[in-house]
């Protein structure tokens, strides 16, 4: 069956620092990869979508990376703040439109 | 623009009861999926709305749920009778186009005693 792994359930760094979320999935070939912020009591907020034929795609301080390979995809916050502290979570698209979510990484950016 | 809404934010019921969630997306959206995530789980698809039609309901977990997408604007979650398994927060959201992010709403929290 489709499984995703998302790193450690929490990770903390230090403000400024760049933090790195992982994105492991087996038995799937996703055509897409999204990520998704979640604040407690909120609902996710979409942050990057990369497809499964891009490497790389960057937001301002965002980066996302995509290996079909290694069926891995990395998420990093560069210059990170407290403000982008909340869970992330990668979700992963084929041709149905239907979204298969991981657990979520919850990122904690310490002052 | 308005983003996704949904009524109510929170419910609390007795097992045996019928609870009916709403969804309004954001207008002009085309697609709108419904999700949940149960205790301790990931979120989870439940299905999916062209317009109007159903186009994908793989999702969903048994017939005491129903979904409807009347006039392709906003859409209802029944579920009847609940179970204390259906216990999670319930999330919609809404899209323009595939390659484009899912837009959430904030979810509302269903709790079945």
């Known amino acids: 069956s489709q499984k995703i792994e998302q790193n450690s359930e929490a990770l903390n760094i230090q403000e400024g620092k760049t933090a790195t979320l992982t994105c492991n999935y087996t038995?799937?070939?996703?055509?897409?990869l999204q990520w998704y912020r979640q604040d407690p009591g909120r609902g996710p907020v979409f942050l990057l979508l990369i497809r499964e034929n891009e490497k790389e795609k960057r937001k301002e301080r965002l980066k996302v990376t995509f290996d079909t390979t290694l069926k891995q995809s990395l998420f990093h916050i560069t210059a990170s703040q407290p403000a982008d502290s909340a869970t992330y979570l990668c979700?992963?698209?084929?041709?149905?439109?239907?979204?298969?979510f991981g657990s979520g990484t919850q990122l904690t950016v310490l002052p | 623009e308005a983003g996704v809404t949904q009524f109510p934010s929170h419910s609390v019921i007795e097992k045996g009861q019928t609870v009916t969630l709403r969804c309004d997306p954001i207008?002009?959206?085309?697609?709108l999926y419904w999700y949940r995530r149960v205790m301790g789980k990931e979120i989870k698809f439940l299905l999916h709305f062209v317009k109007e039609s159903k186009q994908d309901e793989s999702g969903m977990p048994n017939n005491r749920f129903l979904a409807e997408r009347t006039g392709g604007t906003y859409s209802t979650l029944k579920v009847q009778p609940a179970e204390l398994e259906d216990s999670g927060v319930y999330f919609c959201?809404?899209?323009?186009?595939?390659?484009?992010?899912?837009?959430f709403g904030s979810g509302t929290r269903l709790t079945v005693v």
């Open positions: 207008s002009g959206h085309d697609n």
């Open positions: 979700a992963l698209g084929g041709s149905a439109r239907q979204l298969t």
């Open positions: 959201a809404s899209s323009h186009g595939r390659w484009i992010g899912y837009t």
């Open positions: 038995n799937y070939s996703p055509a897409y």
